[in-house]
């Protein structure tokens, strides 16, 4: 291969690795003490936009909630972040968030995986989960769209 050909290839490799987007983010969801107990959990968040840096665990999710079953809301003083919170039962094992871009702007998809206790007399209540995003640039929280789903 001519040197020429060479360094193209290079340079290509490098504008592509340079573009490519989004990344994969792990945390572990705090425990929800009271009556009914729920232990710990492992969250892992899929990012096809490219914009998020960093995932963390909101500690007490159940003070930021309005009453809704999710919703994305901006954090003061941070123009950067966004948390989220979503309303989960109390018998899933893990967590998996999923951002990604859509035709008006962006989606929050929040599945759960539930355990064998999902399906055999697991008590029916909800309990708050939420996570805080910071991302590469501003992003309005009323742009995004949030789902939950139990799988």
């Given amino acids: 291969m001519s040197r020429g050909r060479l360094l193209a ?7 592509l690795t340079g573009c490519a987007a989004g990344g994969r983010f ?8 009271g009556d009914y107990a729920v232990d710990a959990q492992p969250v892992e968040l899929i990012d096809l936009t490219g914009l998020v840096t960093a995932l ?20 003061s003083g941070d123009p950067l972040a ?5 309303g989960a039962g109390m018998c899933e094992d893990r ?9 008006t702007g962006y989606s929050m998809r929040v599945e759960h995986d ?6 055999i007399g697991c008590p029916a ?6 996570v805080t995003l910071r991302f590469r640039e ?10 939950v789903n139990n799988n």
Avoid: C
């Fill in 9 to 15: 290839v290079a340079v290509l490799a490098f504008v």
């Fill in 26 to 33: 792990l945390a572990t969801l705090p425990e929800v003490p």
């Fill in 56 to 75: 963390q665990p909101i500690p007490d999710p159940l003070l930021l909630s309005d009453g809704g079953f999710s919703q994305a809301s901006a954090v």
């Fill in 82 to 86: 966004i948390q989220f919170v979503w």
């Fill in 95 to 103: 967590t998996r968030l999923t951002f990604e871009e859509v035709e």
């Fill in 114 to 119: 539930n355990s064998v206790g999902a399906m």
């Fill in 125 to 130: 209540a909800i309990v708050y989960r939420g």
């Fill in 138 to 147: 501003a992003v309005a929280p009323q742009s995004i769209r949030m789902s």
